[in-house]
């Protein structure tokens, strides 16, 4: 017997993460090349456990339970091992691909900042997106560029500002659940119990430019990935307009939704879109 069972089994377990937590993010992996998938699912499923931890895991020592898990990871990247499963793919995305530790660990410093912080200023707020969000979409560039450090480095700042829109428009999206189930209001500034039009006028501007500036990225990366990245990019850049149709009263009211049935249009219009964008290249 080999440890490649164990490994295909790890892989496995974050792919299956991926596809029960987010219909959208595992679609746009599954577009992507073959040869990028497992280590993106591996990614993935680390930020998934980890954000799990500080969102759902009430009535548990929240702090405990991040801080093992934090050792634990590092622990598995060192010694190319772990017994737990996410951890174990984990670590053969992050060793085989380059991941480092300056990736790593202002993500949990993020994490660790949803246990205490309740409301940000700007430089918190830039401190939190950061580490949230910009630094999964750098981890995935990682893949995407296979050690190439010059194509990582070009596309590096296109990268930042893609996991800063997706991250601002799930703020968006889940402003209500932040505040009613987890008591948090990330936008600075912002008073939930008085979010005006102008409020978010404001961060959709903001969020626009991010996303204006990913394109410019997205068409410089492999063939291989870029209809995987494209797919995700249009559908949020989709949900941002709905919620721009929104009324800022709908936005604290209710969460934001695309229907799978757009879902599955926007799949369409994007594939169509991805390779008129590789014929003009």
């Known amino acids: 017997m080999s440890i490649q069972l164990f490994e295909n089994t790890s892989n496995d377990i974050s792919r299956r993460i991926a596809l029960n937590y987010s219909t959208s993010f595992s679609l746009g992996i599954r577009l992507l090349a073959k040869e990028y998938r497992w280590a993106v699912f591996a990614v993935y499923g ?7 931890i500080v969102d759902t895991f009430h009535g548990h020592d929240k702090a405990r339970l991040l801080s093992d898990f934090k050792t634990q990871t590092y622990e598995a990247i060192e010694t190319r091992i772990s017994t737990n499963p996410v951890l174990h793919s984990f670590q053969l ?7 480092g530790k300056d990736l790593i660990e202002p993500f949990f410093l993020s994490m660790e900042a949803d246990l205490h912080q309740s409301n940000h200023d700007r430089s918190s ?6 580490g949230s969000a910009e630094v ?5 560039l990682r893949v995407f560029c296979k050690n190439n450090t010059s194509l ?13 829109a997706f991250q601002k428009v799930n703020f968006l999206r889940d402003l209500k659940s932040d505040v009613d189930e987890r008591g948090r209001i990330y936008f600075p500034g912002v008073d939930f119990n008085a979010f005006t039009e102008q409020d978010k ?16 990225g997205i068409r ?26 929104s009324s800022a009263e709908e936005i604290v009211g209710s969460r934001i939704r695309i ?3 757009a879902k599955m249009i926007l799949l369409a219009k994007s594939f169509v879109r991805e390779r008129m964008m590789r014929a003009a290249l």
């Open 46 to 52: 680390f930020v998934r456990i980890a954000d799990e």
């Open 136 to 140: 999964v979409g750098l981890m995935c």
């Open 201 to 216: 006028n404001s961060i959709i501007a903001e969020v626009k430019a991010d996303f204006t500036n990913a394109m410019i």
């Open 125 to 130: 707020y830039d401190e939190y997106i950061y």
């Open 152 to 164: 990582y480095d070009d596309l590096l700042p296109y990268a930042r500002s893609l996991g800063a």
């Open 259 to 261: 229907a799978n049935g």
């Open 220 to 245: 410089k990366l492999p063939v291989g990935c870029r209809l995987g990245v494209y797919t995700a990019y249009i559908y949020y850049l989709k949900l941002l307009e709905k919620i721009q149709r």
């Open 93 to 99: 995305a992050v060793n085989k691909y380059g991941i």
